[in-house]
């Protein structure tokens, strides 16, 4: 057989149903600061032709399809039946009642007279509607646009109210929830959050161990609306929310949108340990002057903060497997409130490594970013993707886009996939095998004479 007719060993399946993209997705947000109105004024400033969706793999991204002889690369949006920019509509609930342009000018990321002024009109017509949002769960916040109710139930039904109006206002076909609020303090899984009627009966009895969140996730699930967590609290990481998402037929995932010093980490790590080199400590520190940095100078937000940055080097190091290059790891996270950076973080990572012989040396990394322009084109991509998860009928946890995620969500047993360019092959698998094109192995020996014998 010639090179170009040999099949590589990961045979193309039946495509799946997928149902179209046709007519209106509202995407609603919650929370309106400073990564929801990069987003929205970002997508709106993308439509009118006057900037490009860079960070976006669901408009800049492309796919391999079939053998690297073919010379197959379609762009992701053409292969896929993805929602169209032109059909989004945008909705949030703020415990803050700026409306999204008092957001974008109070947060400063985007250039005032460049992407904001220029489509003001629009972002005015996007205000908040009332937040389920109590302070205990955070503490750095005060905020009026609050909804009242005799308990948690209450306030979930209230939510559910809210996404049914909201979907007949706007005419919309379809809708996706992405949680872009602040990060709630730490809370581990309890017996309120095993099954669905225990969690129903401590929203009835105001139980603290449901958070806001919970009521968001829970509300999204009910009205068929799939979910994505972009913080690192809860939320739907929890047996009921993952059990009814499952019944309903739902997607969800989270969590905590991966950016910036998490995604360096997930890409230096598995570099580490591909080439056997060791890692004695791992110090990362940032500065940040936003509210989310406000927000998470409370130590009960950080703490769930850290929870999910310090999890990422014990999967993908494996110290179990390897200690004695990960056994004594040293890993420490930072983050300060420091006003004057704003939106734009800082974070230093020193690496101390060690290699042949256990000869130590050091690797520094300086991130200069902007959180929120990190974090705009993932909401997009979250949004999209989502939706198509839900049209293809995928429900439950979608482990394929761990990509965007520094706490991936996997199913029950399963250890989350962190390392960024496995969960890239992940993303982009999935979408071959959904549309019955020829899963990508890199096995490559088709290309080679040896495959023969
Ligand atoms: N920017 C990034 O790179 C990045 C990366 C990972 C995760 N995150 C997470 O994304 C979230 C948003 O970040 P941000 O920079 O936009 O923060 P932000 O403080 O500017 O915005 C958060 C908004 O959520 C609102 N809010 C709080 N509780 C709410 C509730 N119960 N219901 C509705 N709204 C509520 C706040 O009033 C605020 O307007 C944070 O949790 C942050 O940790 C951001």
Same mark, same amino acid.
Not at 67 to 71: L, P, Q, V
Not at 135 to 140: E, F, L, N, P, S
């Given at each position: 057989m010639s090179r170009a007719t040999k099949k590589s060993p990961a045979a193309p399946a039946a495509p799946h149903k997928v149902a179209p993209a046709k007519g209106k997705l509202g995407v609603l947000c919650v929370g309106l600061g400073a990564v929801a109105s990069t987003f929205i004024a970002g997508v709106e400033n993308v439509r009118r032709g006057r900037a490009r969706p860079i960070g976006s793999l669901t408009q800049m991204g492309t796919i391999r399809l079939g %053998?690297? !002889?073919? %010379?197959r690369s379609p762009l992701i949006r053409e292969f896929v039946p993805l929602a169209d920019l032109k059909d989004l509509v945008f909705g949030a609930w703020d415990p803050v009642p700026d409306n999204a342009y008092q957001s974008c000018l109070h947060c400063g990321v985007l250039d005032k007279h460049e992407h904001v002024e220029p489509i003001a009109d629009f972002l005015k017509s996007i205000t908040p509607m009332p937040a389920v949002f109590d302070?205990?769960?955070? %503490?750095?916040l005060e905020g009026k646009n609050v909804k009242k109710g005799k308990n948690k139930r209450e306030l979930a039904e209230a939510l559910r109210q809210d996404i049914r109006d909201f979907k007949a206002r706007h005419k919309c076909d379809r809708l996706v929830m992405v949680w872009c609020a602040s990060t709630e303090i730490f809370i581990v899984p309890g017996p309120a959050h095993k099954n669905l009627a225990a969690f129903e009966k401590a929203m009835e009895a105001n139980?603290?161990?449901?958070a806001p969140s919970m009521l968001y996730a829970y509300a999204a699930i009910m009205e068929n609306v799939p979910f994505a967590n972009g913080a690192p609290n809860l939320c739907c990481d929890v047996p009921a929310l993952e059990q009814l998402a499952r019944d309903r037929g739902v997607a969800i995932g989270g969590k905590d949108? %991966? !950016?910036g010093q998490t995604m360096v980490k997930t890409v230096l790590s598995p570099m580490f340990k591909a080439r056997m080199l060791g890692v004695a400590g791992w110090y990362s520190t940032n500065i940040l002057g936003n509210r989310d940095g406000e927000v998470l100078d409370d130590p009960e937000s950080f703490k769930t903060k850290e929870e999910s940055k310090l999890g990422v080097l014990e999967y993908i190091l494996q110290p179990k497997l390897y200690p004695e290059l990960y056994g004594d790891l040293y890993h420490k996270v930072r983050i300060n409130y420091y006003p004057p950076r704003g939106d734009n973080k800082e974070g230093w990572d020193n690496i101390d490594i060690f290699g042949w012989l256990g000869y130590p040396m050091q690797i520094k990394v300086d991130f200069l970013c902007r959180d929120s322009i990190l974090a705009a084109p993932l909401v997009l991509d979250l949004a999209i993707f989502f939706d198509l998860a839900q049209r293809a009928g995928l429900s439950g946890i979608q482990e394929w886009l761990s990509f965007y995620f520094k706490s991936p969500q996997a199913a029950p047993g399963l250890y989350p996939e962190h390392d960024l360019f496995i969960q890239q092959t992940k993303l982009k698998n999935t979408l071959r095998w959904l549309m019955g094109e020829e899963v990508i192995t890199h096995l490559g020996v088709e290309y080679y004479e040896y495959a023969d014998r």
């Open positions: %053998k690297r !002889t073919e %010379k302070q205990h769960y955070v %503490k750095r139980d603290p161990s449901i949108f %991966k !950016t």
